[in-house]
């Protein structure tokens, strides 16, 4: 039969929690941004093309 560990805890919270406060978080969401501006183009240029389309097959 295996031995059973008992697993270490950490002494004092206070270093997680200092080291929580110094760590921002600051994402970058320029690539983001680019798609969703090129999702918008397409979709406008589509449905411009579909109206454009519906003028000419009636």
Do not use: C, H, W
């Amino acid at each position: 039969m295996a031995k059973k560990r008992k697993r270490q805890r950490r002494s004092s919270s206070s270093t997680t929690f200092a080291t929580r406060r110094e760590v921002e978080f600051n994402p970058d969401y320029t690539p983001i941004k680019q798609d969703l501006k090129r999702i918008g183009t397409l979709a406008g240029t589509f449905f411009l093309i579909l109206v454009v389309l519906s003028f000419f097959l009636r």
